[in-house]
Antibody, heavy 118, light 110 residues
Framework: QVHLVESGGALVKPGGSLRLSCAAS????????MTWMRQAPGKGLEWISYIPNSGAFKYYADSVKGRFTISRDNVQTSLDLQMNSLRVEDTAVYYC???????????WGQGTTVTVSS | QSVLTQSPSASGTPGQRVTISCSGSRSNIGVNYVCWYQQLPGTAPKLLISRNDQRPSGVPDRFSGSKSGTSASLAISGLRSEDEADYYCAAWDDNLRGLAFGGGTKLTVL
């Protein structure tokens, strides 16, 4: 069965760092593009970052560019999001999803919560 | 504000047909596929429609998508109480080099 499981969410102070991980199973991870999304409390979905299956290119929303870094390990079948210089407005549930870019995200994880607060 | 524009709310009674619209521009909906996602309360989003009008396996045929020019629509026929959810449209934006989302439409089944 296809599964995505996020981890690493925590309470962190403004200016701090956090690394999220997404463990993939049940499909050929190296064949799929992957995406990070987030949803602030009571708000809509926001696209954060996208990485093609090869990992050759990386795309970021302006809101996180220069602070967040997406990466993937096709051997370990995992997707990561390194988040630096965190701000209060980064508080959200973070989802990893299979697919993205020009095509649909057809599998989503359950999400991991990041809270940025002093 | 969101790159794609959706009405914040929609409503209907059981059995009715409801349409949710999504307006974009030539750099997103005008040239790229539109997807629709359903988010039930307290759960992760779920893909409802891909490539403008394609239903993934398991999505009831009560849900249908269409696209014309720089706009797209999601239609739900035979409305049911379990359809009460937030619905989001999305399309890649060539100018932004990123995925554009609508702000979401909250569907209430009266």
């Amino acid at each position: 069965q296809v599964h995505l499981v996020e981890s690493g969410g925590a309470l962190v102070k403004p200016g701090g760092s956090l690394r999220l991980s997404c463990a993939a199973s049940g499909f050929s991870f190296s064949d799929y593009h992957m995406t990070w999304m987030r949803q602030a409390p009571g708000k809509g979905l926001e696209w954060i970052s996208y990485i093609p299956n090869s990992g050759a290119f990386k795309y970021y929303a302006d809101s996180v560019k220069g602070r967040f870094t997406i990466s993937r390990d096709n051997v370990q079948t995992s997707l990561d999001l390194q988040m630096n210089s965190l701000r209060v407005e980064d508080t959200a549930v973070y989802y990893c999803a299979r697919g993205g870019g020009f095509d649909a995200m057809d599998v989503w994880g359950q999400g991991t919560t990041v809270t940025v607060s002093s | 504000q969101s790159v794609l524009t959706q009405s914040p709310s929609a409503s209907g009674t059981p059995g009715q047909r409801v349409t949710i619209s999504c307006s974009g521009s030539r750099s997103n909906i005008g040239v790229n596929y539109v997807c629709w996602y359903q988010q039930l309360p307290g759960t992760a989003p779920k893909l409802l429609i891909s490539r403008n009008d394609q239903r993934p396996s398991g999505v009831p045929d009560r849900f249908s998508g269409s696209k014309s020019g720089t706009s797209a629509s999601l239609a739900i026929s035979g409305l049911r109480s379990e359809d009460e959810a937030d619905y989001y449209c999305a399309a890649w934006d060539d100018n932004l080099r990123g995925l554009a989302f609508g702000g979401g439409t909250k569907l209430t089944v009266l």
